[in-house]
């Protein structure tokens, strides 16, 4: 017979477990000619380096990275211990594209939809995709189409990833939650919209 | 030395610009639930990468509740989301390494009447040799006096027009939940989901 009792109406929680993970900057610039046009749905695009460029005329599987977009340890420890106990390295890498995709649900509250793709110190490419809220107070709406509104709120997302390398199998497997900030500035005559991010796994 | 090397060898030491505190994160609970599968599952088979099976709720064995049973929910201050599952499905597919993928959709039915819609993505780890265990004949995953259960995380994000419950739809959720596994085939799901502020 299956176990039944258990499994209707409990009357005690599950086991839950958030362990920090990585934290993460994403850095995206918003058209707002474009958002004027879309309406409630917002579109980003990334953030290009200044000195984006490097080797011209040679091909390159891996992008330049992007202006301040990557991946850190807040207390700069170089291991982490994800849900299932084991222990990993941190992955450091740069963001060398992403973009995101905001639609407005009212009340300065934005449905935010995005991908990323990630490249670690050791060239290994990392695929994230998210989805999440971003809320930004009451007049959020108008930093999307006032050129000098500004604002700053939070964001939680969801995130999955896929590596292809052994080192960071962990992260295809674990679903990854972030709790961060959002903060819109206008740096030379282009608006941005910055998430700092802060991961962790989830069991 | 390529452009990710050397924009990481400049700044991925110590910066003194970075953060080095954390955000702050609060998880509040939401609702349970519990979920048993209907045996009538359709087995689409071998596709490419993995297998997929489509499983859906048992109609009348589902329950949508509150744990400690209270009046309002502590941190949100809104009124508890009670009723059952009026349909609800799981689009799974265990990929060939060992991972499973997929998407659940499931309408609510609250006990005052509202319905609630809900969608998210699961991921879970089904461990080593996990796929095999589950698309064998041999060595099936758990059986009736043994069965096997899975940790399962997921990711809801709901969306409804009764006022009532408008405020879901601005939050992301996270699930924590248990998955039962008897043969190989999912017989019983329960979840504790949670409010990301």
Known sequence: MLPTTDWRERTKFLDKRLLYAFSLELRTSIDLGLTAQSGARIRTRPVPAASRGGAKGKSRAVPPPLDHSDTYHV???QLIVSVDGATHEVPLTKVVDHQDVLTDLGGGVFDLNGRARLVTDDQASISMLYTGVVRLGFDGELVFTEPDQQASGSVQLAIQCEADRPKYRWLSQAQLIAFGEARTRTVAGAKILALSLDLYSAG | MSAVQAHSAGSLALDPERRRTFVDKTVLYLLSYDVEANMDREEL????GGVRVNVFAREGMTR????ARARTLPGLGFEPVAGSLSWGGDWLFWRDD??????VKMAINTDDGAVIHCTYDVK?????????????KKGRAGNEDEPVVFPIMTTPRFETSSPRYRWLTEYQCVGFGRAL????????????IYVLT
Not at chain 2, 181 to 192: H, K, P
């Open chain 1, 75 to 77: 207390l700069n420890d």
């Open chain 2, 45 to 48: 088979g071998f596709v490419s």
């Open chain 2, 64 to 67: 949508v509740y509150h744990v």
């Open chain 2, 98 to 103: 060992d991972i499973e993928l997929s998407r």
């Open chain 2, 124 to 136: 879970a780890d089904l461990g080593p040799g996990g796929f095999r265990r589950l698309v064998g």
């Open chain 2, 181 to 192: 596994v008897v043969r190989s085939e999912l017989r019983r799901l329960t979840y504790d």
